[in-house]
């Protein structure tokens, strides 16, 4: 059984720093952290969905920005979309392919950060969602795994965390998620440059 836990934290740990060591990935990230804060500069909001324990992840995100991370800070408008009355209203009427795209079309507009969470970039109702998204007008990001599946390069922005293990590519999006919050409080609420910014406009 110790090795069994040795060598879950050493594949763990191995790709960690494939993924710290992957440039591309790093300044995905960046960017798409400028880019929910001009969102949020803008009065935007952010949409989040996933399955499974992609969902749980993108509540994780969600709340996160609606709570709070590391700092006391106005709320920050997200959601995932997690309700069970919807996705089993939409799945029984529409099918589950149609449950994150219906969501979108409800409660996204223009100018809104939508963001997929598959960990083998086939999911067929994120992909959905994120078409939808892109035809409302809002910017798309997607977190993914694999070799990025059907989703790759289909949304404005894209993290791919390198493994084939859904346990691992999981714990990496959950990394990313805790970075990206980091990464948006600050620039929001800790940097000068921020200050100028009334709070009416991002809340």
């Known amino acids: 059984m110790i090795e069994t836990i040795k060598t879950a934290l050493s594949t763990a740990q191995d790709l960690l ?3 710290r060591e992957d440039a591309a990935n790093l300044q995905e990230i960046e960017k798409l952290a400028h880019q929910i804060v001009d969102v949020y500069s803008h009065k935007g909001k952010l949409i989040v969905f996933g399955n499974g324990g992609s969902m749980c992840d993108a509540m994780h995100l969600a709340e996160e920005l609606t709570g709070r991370y590391h700092i006391d800070r106005p709320a920050l408008a997200a959601l995932a979309i997690s309700d069970a009355g919807h996705l089993s209203c939409v799945a029984n009427d529409y099918g589950y392919e149609n449950v994150f795209s219906r ?3 409800a409660l996204a507009n223009a100018g809104d950060m939508v963001i997929g969470l598959s960990t083998s970039g086939n999911s067929a109702n994120v992909i959905k969602g994120l ?10 990001a997607a977190l993914l795994g694999k070799s990025g599946g059907k989703l790759l390069d289909t949304c404005d922005f894209q993290i791919v965390a390198p493994s084939s293990d859904t346990a691992r590519i999981q714990e990496i999006h959950g990394i990313v998620i805790h970075i990206l919050i ?3 409080e600050t620039e929001l609420f800790l940097t000068p440059k921020a200050s100028a910014i009334p709070c009416t406009q991002i809340c």
């Open 17 to 19: 720093q494939a993924f």
């Open 103 to 105: 969501g979108v079309e």
């Open 131 to 140: 078409q939808t998204a892109t035809e409302k007008g809002c910017f798309t």
């Open 182 to 184: 980091s990464l948006v």
